[in-house]
């Protein structure tokens, strides 16, 4: 082994000058991290003579690697190897080494360790790297040796991205060799051919740098036809921290295009808007407009994601298609009037005797539950509000004649009669679902035999909306009324992720360490938490995506209630039973309704082919644990 010198690359800076301070010593930066700049990466360049093509049937005769860093060369280690066997006449013809040359060689048991050892933390790089390396890691196996997981560079790969055909006919180490003018000619010797890439890698990063490729994750994606323009702003990701948060990318006005998160690394997950894993082409033109990136660093994944939440809704972003207006969000309302009536609202009132539904997604979602409320239950569906008793003129409507009303409007029903027809109608909304889904399912039965196919499905999405929305409200209403509630759950790191929520709102949030007691860190940020004012339930504190997220974080299993105000349960049945609207519906059909039964218990012995005592309440096991806990 020897070393040499040789000119330094222009994309590998200036060479450091003078005599290295006292008491310092070189570092090789953590292959790991991200945004290491190339001419601070060490590459060993290796190539293998080998007796054949794969590595099951054939062995390495040597093994040739130049280590280099910042276009100086470190060290070369050049060794023959004896392959346990003859060469064939045509590799001998083809590398020069013959049978004889082989006798007394070291074999690839004792050679393997020297090499691993001499490439170790370093990027390994070969020309049709899949060969070399596929050899490498073969041999690791076969003598029981731990492959290292080295990153690996293809320099045909990188070749294909910035050389054409009219300056090399292919892409060979020869050809590329003679393109570049390369100080050593390849001659299928292990070491020369690793000495001829060595040259050939420095140029091919040398046209790879104007391109955006200056890091070492660029490589990964290099010979990705990703274009100039978007490739250069890769720099807008120096700097970012190697931690969860949220990143806002800003335009040329200081104004903000697009908010993402990232629950481990910030920087990590920006790079990837500058490679081709990124095919959205909304993305691609935001990244050409952006000239910034902030960024905002979280003390947990559950912070992370809830921040780029209110982010979103604080500046609605043209490039986020993530609910940029909770505000918008409809419900719908069972109204607070003598006779009351199902109406699609924007906003949550505290009126005595409503109920609600939602927030839905959109209008639509929101109005096709009103529908499948309308096909279960004869409420009327006029719109005026009715006086406590008719006029002597009032006129009853169609729906009134076909029987699917009523008609207070014509003093048919007075105030108590509507308010025992219209109790159903509650139930479903707040409690169980089982007389929806029997009759749309019911609906949905005679329609596809029928053959009316269209029709069916129509009602079936009547019917997901309906329980997408009563699931909804039933799973938030009970966090949107308790003050505060304190839970904890085990990390990785066998530490405390600490979670603070006040009406549905996450309040404060922090992660203690394992060495550390958590008891004082939770006093503090229940002491320093954000005041939340009560919000009108069923309503939250919260964007409605943001109470689901803590919802989620507290049903994962390992979340201990730490400190809880108020009552935290769920009714009994709920919708939150029924998870799929298929099942429900081939539920309701093949299970008769029996008196006392509910549409709950109905899935539960469907599911376990077991009979339930009538009348007997299913409680969900989460909400059950959390009555327990609680």
Not at 154 to 169: G, H, I, N, Y
């Amino acid at each position: 082994m020897h070393t040499d010198h040789r000119p330094r690359p222009l994309w590998a800076g200036p060479a450091a000058v003078g005599p290295r301070p006292a008491g310092t010593t070189a570092t090789q930066p953590t292959l790991d991290d991200v945004g290491t700049p190339l001419a601070e990466v060490t590459f060993v360049v290796v190539d293998l003579e080998t007796t054949g093509g794969r590595p099951g049937d054939s062995a390495i005769t040597e093994i040739g690697a130049v280590k280099v860093r910042g276009g100086e060369v470190l060290g070369e280690l050049q060794t023959l190897v004896d392959p346990g066997g003859p060469v064939p006449p045509y590799i001998q013809v083809l590398t020069g080494i013959t049978t004889s040359m082989l006798i007394g060689a070291p074999r690839i048991e004792e050679v393997l360790p020297s090499f691993l050892e001499f490439a170790r933390g370093t990027v390994l790089v070969a020309h049709n790297a899949p060969f070399d390396v596929g050899f490498l890691r073969a041999a690791a196996s076969a003598t029981g040796h731990a492959w290292p997981g080295f990153r690996v560079v293809d320099t045909v790969r990188l070749a294909r991205r910035v050389v054409t055909r009219d300056e090399a006919p292919n892409h060979k180490l020869s050809s590329l060799a003679a393109l570049f003018r390369a100080t050593t000619t390849p001659n299928h010797r292990a070491l020369d051919d690793a000495r001829a890439t060595v040259d050939v890698l420095h140029a091919l990063l040398g046209r790879l740098g104007p391109l955006g490729v200056t890091h070492l994750e660029d490589l990964a994606d290099a010979a990705d036809p990703v274009p100039a323009d978007v490739r250069r702003k890769r720099t807008l990701a120096d700097g970012l921290p190697d931690e969860p948060g949220v990143y806002l990318f800003r335009g040329p006005r200081d104004e903000v295009l697009y908010v993402g998160t990232s629950t481990t690394s910030l920087r990590r997950r920006v790079r990837t808007y500058f490679t081709s894993a990124e095919r959205r082409a909304r993305m691609s033109e935001m990244v050409r407009l952006a000239v910034r990136v902030d960024p905002v660093v979280c003390a947990t994944p559950l912070e992370a994601r809830v921040r780029e939440l209110r982010l979103i809704a604080e500046h609605a972003p043209r490039y986020n298609r993530r609910s940029r207006s909770p505000e918008r969000m409809p419900w719908v309302r069972l109204t607070s009037e003598p006779f009351p009536r199902l109406s699609v609202v924007r906003q949550v009132r505290d009126e005595p005797g409503a109920a609600y539904l939602g927030p839905f997604a959109s209008g639509a979602a929101a109005q096709l539950a009103v529908e499948a409320l309308h096909e279960a239950f004869p409420v009327r569906r006029c719109t005026r509000r009715l006086p406590a008793v008719a006029a002597p003129d009032a006129s009853a409507c169609v729906l009134a004649e076909l029987g699917r009303c009523g008609a207070p409007c014509i003093g048919s029903q007075d105030v108590a009669q509507y308010a025992a027809a219209t109790e159903p109608l509650r139930t479903a909304m707040t409690g169980d679902p089982g007389a929806v889904v029997r009759h749309v399912g019911t609906r949905i039965g005679n329609l596809v035999a029928q053959e009316r196919f269209e029709e069916a499905a129509a009602e079936r999405d009547r019917l997901t909306a309906y329980l997408r929305g009563a699931t909804r409200v039933q799973r938030t209403t009970p966090l949107a009324r308790c003050a505060e509630l304190v839970a904890a759950r085990r990390t990785d790191d066998h530490g405390w992720e600490i979670v603070l929520v006040r009406h549905g709102r996450l309040a404060g949030t922090a992660h203690v360490d394992r060495r550390a007691d958590p008891r004082p860190a939770i006093a503090t940020l229940q002491a320093t938490g954000e005041h939340v004012d009560a919000p009108v339930a069923p309503a939250g504190a919260a964007h409605p995506e943001e109470t689901d997220l803590l919802l989620a974080w507290l049903e994962q299993p390992g979340v201990r209630l730490v400190e809880i105000s108020d009552e935290w349960s769920c009714p009994l049945p709920s919708a939150q039973a029924v998870r799929d609207a298929a099942a429900a519906v081939a539920v309701a059909l093949a299970v008769p309704p029996t008196g006392d039964q509910t549409l709950v218990g109905d899935l539960t012995e469907a599911a376990t082919g077991g009979a339930r005592p009538p009348g007997r309440p299913t409680r969900s096991r989460a909400a059950e644990g959390a009555r327990r806990t609680a």
